[in-house]
């Protein structure tokens, strides 16, 4: 039997609701992002019809139907990049995103910081960082920032730079886990990005570093044990994208 999109949204929900009461967090301590890359607005408005606000897409070429979407759903919604951006791509980025979850470098976030000014708006941004040491990843390399001075004097650095910027309002951390045959050996790489937030909240007290975006369809239960407030979720409620898809993305 084909489950409908407000099917699979209700069972996402449940399980994000158990992985909650498990760790005696409050329910609306995490957010869903509903990640629709790859799928067309009309299952996109399916899902803002089942309740859902927030949308992530991880390509610039893909929010041209970002508008029709917004004028079609009738409540205000909020979309979340979270994929790589190259620095050319970063104007059109401003223009259809409040969220980024995957600035990694000084570089980029300099960009960023001077379209939003243009453009008078604040970005939310989450600094991505590699807490795996997987060489394919993006990311600021977070992989030994407690044993290796040197990485965690690169990492200090570019973070000391990013929230002295304005027009940019940093708001905590995101990491991809690693594929792995099981979902709870995901755990310590969730594990790691809680810690290394306490371990830059510590230090950069200046802004507020509460967002924690962990978690896809294979391991959002356990990143939510973890303390992820944002899990980012495509297959559960999409149902598969096309392969090609999946492979350019990890
Ligand atoms: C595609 C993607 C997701 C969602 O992955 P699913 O496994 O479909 O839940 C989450 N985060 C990022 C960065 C992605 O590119």
């Given at each position: 039997m084909v489950s409908t999109v407000a099917e699979r949204v209700a069972s996402v929900q449940t399980q994000i609701?158990?992985?909650?009461?498990?760790?005696?967090?409050?329910?609306?301590?995490?957010?869903?992002i509903a990640v629709s890359?790859?799928?067309p607005a009309s299952l996109i408005l399916?899902?803002?019809?089942?309740?859902?606000?927030?949308?992530?897409?991880?390509r610039v070429e893909e929010s041209g139907k970002i508008k029709p979407v917004n004028e079609r759903a009738g409540v205000p919604l909020t979309w979340h990049m979270i994929g790589h951006v190259q620095s050319r791509k970063a104007r059109e980025v401003t223009r259809h995103f409040?969220?980024?979850?995957s600035l990694d470098s000084v570089k980029l976030a300099e960009r960023y910081a001077r379209f939003a000014q243009a453009d008078n708006v604040m970005l939310n941004v989450l600094l991505e960082v590699n807490v795996s040491g997987e060489a394919t990843k993006e990311g600021l390399e977070?992989?030994?920032?407690?044993?290796?001075?040197?990485?965690?004097?690169?990492?200090?650095?570019?973070?000391r730079q990013i929230v002295a910027l304005p027009g940019l309002r940093v708001r905590g951390l995101m990491t991809i886990a690693p594929i792995v045959?099981?979902?709870?050996?995901?755990?310590?790489?969730?594990?790691?990005?809680?810690?290394?937030r306490?371990?830059?909240?510590?230090?950069?007290?200046?802004?507020?570093?509460?967002?924690l975006s962990m978690g896809m369809t294979d391991d959002y239960s356990i990143a939510i044990e973890e303390g992820a407030t944002f899990v980012r979720i495509g297959?559960?409620?999409?149902?598969?994208?096309?392969?090609?898809?999946?492979?350019?993305e990890r």
């Amino acid at each position: 039997m084909v489950s409908t999109v407000a099917e699979r949204v209700a069972s996402v929900q449940t399980q994000i609701a158990a992985a909650c009461a498990r760790v005696h967090r409050p329910v609306d301590s995490v957010t869903l992002i509903a990640v629709s890359k790859t799928h067309p607005a009309s299952l996109i408005l399916e899902a803002v019809a089942a309740g859902l606000r927030d949308f992530g897409e991880n390509r610039v070429e893909e929010s041209g139907k970002i508008k029709p979407v917004n004028e079609r759903a009738g409540v205000p919604l909020t979309w979340h990049m979270i994929g790589h951006v190259q620095s050319r791509k970063a104007r059109e980025v401003t223009r259809h995103f409040r969220w980024i979850h995957s600035l990694d470098s000084v570089k980029l976030a300099e960009r960023y910081a001077r379209f939003a000014q243009a453009d008078n708006v604040m970005l939310n941004v989450l600094l991505e960082v590699n807490v795996s040491g997987e060489a394919t990843k993006e990311g600021l390399e977070a992989n030994r920032w407690q044993s290796d001075p040197a990485q965690r004097a690169d990492l200090w650095a570019a973070v000391r730079q990013i929230v002295a910027l304005p027009g940019l309002r940093v708001r905590g951390l995101m990491t991809i886990a690693p594929i792995v045959p099981e979902p709870e050996q995901a755990r310590p790489y969730f594990v790691a990005l809680r810690k290394l937030r306490d371990g830059v909240a510590n230090d950069f007290p200046v802004t507020d570093w509460q967002t924690l975006s962990m978690g896809m369809t294979d391991d959002y239960s356990i990143a939510i044990e973890e303390g992820a407030t944002f899990v980012r979720i495509g297959r559960a409620i999409f149902g598969a994208r096309e392969q090609v898809q999946d492979k350019a993305e990890r």
